[in-house]
């Protein structure tokens, strides 16, 4: 009786605790990390006897959690890259709809200033037309500003993001340091799994995979390691290594990412390590791709409006008169701040370096040039290795050279492959030091802080809409030739006007006055030099001609004896330089000119193309973070499967081992009447 009486309380004892896994799982059932668990059970060992072995019960060898290794490395896999895709598409999303925004982008304000180009053009004489004009340009600048403070706010927002990632990373490197100990500490005392304590771990490691990409490596028996980025232990057993975020030491506007070292010292981990992967490498991502190349682009666009459109405007002559020779005259309509340039926190040298912007060059031909800049969307590493070293930093391109003159010498070569730069570099007469580098961020800040000339808006009598040289034919001419003054090279020309032309058989005769200087004729096949008083200038058909700055052409056919004149434009000699529109016009045709990236696109479409790079990056996180989603759904509907708790399926188990509680408890209730019964007789 007493082997009937056991195996009833065996089946109750094994039925009790199938019942108490079975509700725990129904408890568990939307817990975060929670796998199911199941009783795992075993036939007691059995007796031997004469007759054969007989049973002795049921005994529960352990609780076993319904964990799938391969499936939560795949979900893990697939979480760690949607994290990476969803902060780096959040972050781009809102630059898109910056630059996107028809009432607030770029694009209207710039439309909206050539518009008051042109109407100066029109009514050059105008105060209203030239105020309108300064006021869009001010609203255009405004908004350049505005668009660049934007930027430069979502630069610090991801600088305290990463900050608090890196918060977060600590905290989960710490609980699951502790419950590595706890862990091992249970297991030890028991021989059991510590089924809720590696679950609470487990989703600790999934929650901070959310953050940056982890390995796990087993520790001892219970405990797991974790590695992040290329390899750096953050876990040993129940030891946390602390991650910090920093500044850069070459860009301190940057947080950075760094892991402290065991001796207490730190490491800073390259973006590349961390990319891809995490919320951190998504904001990491989203730096380094799409907002350092916005904020770049942006000041390429600002500096390129304002050096060619300066450059046009220094050549042009105010309405007071005033022109490149004159004191008074305001040869920039923009200004730019300096570009920025920044000295590694570990640098001993003490040398100070800077760079400057190069004016916007003429392109060629002349005859139908307008001014370009040659100014790239990148920023740049100097550094000093016993020699100079440049670094593109876009594209990695790099120059080398015995001394920073080698350097300005390459980046401003219009035959070098590499391509003009459009920036040249200075330096103090400090001594280098080994290792000394230095950022060079050419564009960066210039959207932000493009204003127009406060000369100019406090008088816009000087805005230099006409030209301080006119052309003009003698009165008496017999033939048809007429001379047009096409545009100046020069805002400060020299010569001693008027300068008399007389035409003799095909030939064009200056006053000997101006012997010695020279006359340039300019076709599309190029540019041929002649020496007044020396060389026989002839009259060339379809050609150009520059004197002392001015550019002219003839036309139509002049007879001999027939003269035309070069004078000033500024009021003397009867001149009504006040309606002159030759340099306004010039101003507004740079609207719709090849002026931005070495002269290969207009500022419209250089801005355009900015937005569209930042669209395209959008929509495609977007797609790509979508069906990454997709993936993070299939992975995580395979680890419910079999670790999730189905609540129908739990709720049979619990009829199951009611059933098999009531048959052990009415067995050993049977066991017990026999028992008595023997008891009886044997009285």
């Given at each position: 009786m007493a082997g009937l009486l056991g195996i009833g309380v065996s089946g109750i004892q094994a039925a009790q605790m199938g019942l108490l896994v079975t509700q725990h799982n129904i408890t568990n059932a939307n817990t975060a990390g929670y796998n199911r668990q199941a009783s795992l059970q075993t036939t007691a060992l059995a007796q031997g006897t004469g007759s054969g072995f007989t049973g002795n019960g049921v005994r529960v060898t352990t609780i076993e959690r319904q964990y799938n290794s391969f499936l939560s490395k795949q979900l893990s896999q697939n979480q760690t890259v949607y994290s990476a895709l969803e902060s780096n598409f959040t972050q781009v999303q809102v630059i898109d709809d910056l630059l996107a925004d028809a009432s607030a982008g770029v694009s209207p304000a710039l439309q909206q200033f050539f518009e008051g180009v042109q109407q100066v053009a029109a009514a050059p004489s105008s105060l209203p037309a030239r105020q309108a004009m300064v006021s869009a340009a001010q609203s255009l600048t405004s908004r350049l500003q505005s668009v660049s403070q934007r930027i430069g706010e979502l630069s610090t927002q991801v600088n305290g993001q990463i900050s608090d990632n890196v918060s977060l990373i600590n905290t989960y490197a710490k609980q699951?340091?502790?419950?590595?100990?706890?862990?091992?500490?249970?297991?030890?005392?028991?021989?059991?799994?510590?089924?809720?304590?590696?679950?609470?771990?487990?989703q600790l490691i999934a929650d901070l995979n959310k953050i940056v990409k982890v390995q796990t490596m087993p520790e001892g028996k219970a405990g797991v390691d974790i590695l992040i980025g290329n390899g750096q232990q953050l876990v040993a057993g129940n030891q946390a290594r602390q991650m910090s975020a920093p500044q850069s030491t070459d860009d301190p506007s940057k947080t950075v990412v760094a892991i402290e070292y065991g001796n207490g010292g730190t490491?800073?981990?390259?973006?590349?390590?961390l990319s891809g992967a995490g919320s951190l490498g998504g904001l990491l991502d989203f730096r380094n791709q799409?907002?350092?190349?916005?904020?770049?682009?942006?000041?390429k666009v600002a500096a390129s409006l304002a050096l060619t459109f300066n450059a046009q405007h220094a050549v042009g002559m105010d309405m007071l008169g005033n022109n490149g020779t004159d004191s008074a005259f305001e040869a920039d309509f923009f200004t730019l701040p300096t570009s920025k340039v920044t000295s590694a926190t570990g640098n001993a040298g003490g040398v100070t370096v800077s760079a400057t912007l190069n004016p916007a060059r003429l392109s060629e031909p002349v005859t139908v040039g307008n001014y370009v800049s040659d100014l790239v969307t990148s920023d740049y590493r100097l550094e000093f290795d016993g020699g100079m070293k440049l670094t593109r930093l876009s594209d990695g391109v790099t120059w080398?050279?015995?001394?920073?003159?080698?350097?300005?010498?390459?980046?401003?070569?219009?035959?070098?492959?590499?391509?003009?730069?459009?920036?040249?570099?200075?330096?103090?007469?400090?001594?280098?030091?080994?290792?000394?580098?230095?950022?060079?961020?050419?564009?960066r800040h210039m959207a932000e802080n493009i204003s127009v000339n406060s000369a100019i808006t406090g008088d816009v009598r000087l805005v230099a809409a006409g030209s301080p040289i006119r052309a003009s034919v003698g009165l008496t001419n017999q033939g048809s030739m007429t001379v047009k003054l096409d545009r100046m090279l020069s805002g400060d020309?020299?010569?001693?006007?008027?300068?008399?032309?007389?035409?003799n058989s095909g030939e064009l005769n200056f006053d000997p006055a101006y012997n010695g200087q020279t006359v340039s004729i300019v076709d599309a096949s190029g540019s041929s030099d002649y020496v007044i008083g020396t060389d026989t200038i002839p009259l060339q058909s379809g050609a150009s001609y520059v004197v002392d700055g001015a550019m002219f052409s003839i036309k139509g056919t002049p007879r001999d004896g027939d003269t035309f004149s070069l004078d000033w434009n500024d009021g003397q000699s009867g001149a009504v330089g006040i309606s002159d529109t030759s340099n306004i016009l010039l101003l507004g045709k740079l609207q719709n000119q090849n002026t931005v990236d070495g002269g290969s696109?207009?500022?419209?479409?250089?801005?355009?193309?900015?937005?569209?790079?930042?669209?395209?990056?959008?929509?495609?996180?977007?797609?790509?973070?979508?069906?990454?989603?997709?993936?993070?759904?299939?992975?995580?509907?395979?680890?419910?499967?079999?670790?999730?708790?189905?609540?129908?399926?739990?709720?049979?188990?619990?009829?199951?081992?009611?059933?098999?509680?009531?048959?052990?408890?009415?067995?050993?209730?049977?066991?017990?009447?026999?028992?008595?019964e023997l008891l009886a007789i044997a009285g």
């Open positions: 699951i340091a502790h419950l590595n100990e706890s862990i091992t500490l249970a297991e030890s005392a028991v021989s059991q799994p510590a089924n809720d304590l590696r679950d609470q771990r487990d490491q800073v981990l390259p973006d590349s390590f799409s907002l350092d190349s916005a904020s770049n682009s942006l000041g080398s050279g015995a001394d920073m003159a080698a350097i300005n010498t390459q980046i401003n070569d219009s035959n070098d492959a590499r391509g003009l730069q459009g920036f040249t570099l200075a330096e103090d007469a400090a001594t280098y030091t080994l290792g000394d580098s230095f950022l060079i961020q050419p564009t020309p020299q010569q001693v006007y008027p300068m008399t032309v007389t035409m696109a207009n500022y419209q479409a250089a801005y355009t193309q900015l937005v569209s790079d930042i669209g395209n990056r959008a929509r495609q996180l977007e797609v790509t973070k979508d069906a990454q989603q997709s993936l993070v759904t299939q992975a995580s509907a395979a680890r419910e499967a079999q670790s999730g708790v189905n609540l129908d399926e739990e709720a049979a188990k619990l009829l199951q081992f009611q059933q098999m509680y009531q048959a052990s408890a009415r067995s050993i209730t049977v066991g017990q009447k026999l028992f008595d």
